[in-house]
């Protein structure tokens, strides 16, 4: 699993450089980001590395918070996905998680003077569902590669699996001599 996790950060990439990010969501800063706060991805490289780390961690921070305080809630068979928004009718942070069978991973939105947040933060769920969709199967296609791969030299097969004691004492007939 680490070779895949260590594969994430190319694929947040590559996800970004081939989809088209709408205008509405674009003109806020938004992050994908680890768990651990690590930054995988900002759209707005006017904010320094150190700020654009410190955000990452601060999203990160209360979204663990936020998941702990959630343990204290009653759990519903038909429990939906959590978000967490800390807005007014105009301005605010929204963090959505990103389905993943790797590690979790975070969109975080900080937006102001935005007269449909509603809009955004959907547009913000969209974008982490096609992400998911893109890494799932980018995921998928690695490991059917890696099992391609691994399969042409598999210790635990043999080479000649199917040879009899016979074939075997004619192929080995000359060192008798």
């Known amino acids: 699993m680490k070779s895949h996790s260590s594969k994430i950060p190319n694929y947040v990439k590559a996800f970004f450089e081939s989809c088209e990010i709408d205008e509405k969501i674009n ?8 768990s651990d706060g690590v930054v995988l ?14 955000v990452g961690a601060l999203l990160s921070g209360v979204w663990q918070a936020s998941k702990a305080l959630s343990e204290f809630i009653p759990r519903d068979l038909n429990e939906e996905g959590y978000r967490l928004s800390f807005d007014t009718s105009s301005q605010g942070i929204y963090i ?6 790797l590690e979790e991973l975070y969109l975080g939105l900080i937006y102001h003077d935005e007269v449909n947040p509603g809009f955004i933060k959907n547009k913000m769920r969209e974008m ?14 690695h490991r059917q590669s890696l099992k391609i791969k691994n399969s042409v030299f598999d210790k635990n097969e043999f080479l000649f699996a199917d040879i009899s004691d016979a074939e075997m004492d004619r192929l080995f007939a000359f060192i008798k001599n």
């Open 27 to 34: 003109r806020f800063s938004f992050f994908m980001i680890r």
């Open 41 to 54: 991805y900002h759209n707005d490289e006017k904010t320094s590395s150190l700020s654009k780390s410190s």
């Open 96 to 101: 959505v998680p990103i389905s993943t069978d």
């Open 128 to 141: 982490a569902t096609r992400f998911s969709e893109f890494l799932n199967q980018e995921l998928k296609e």
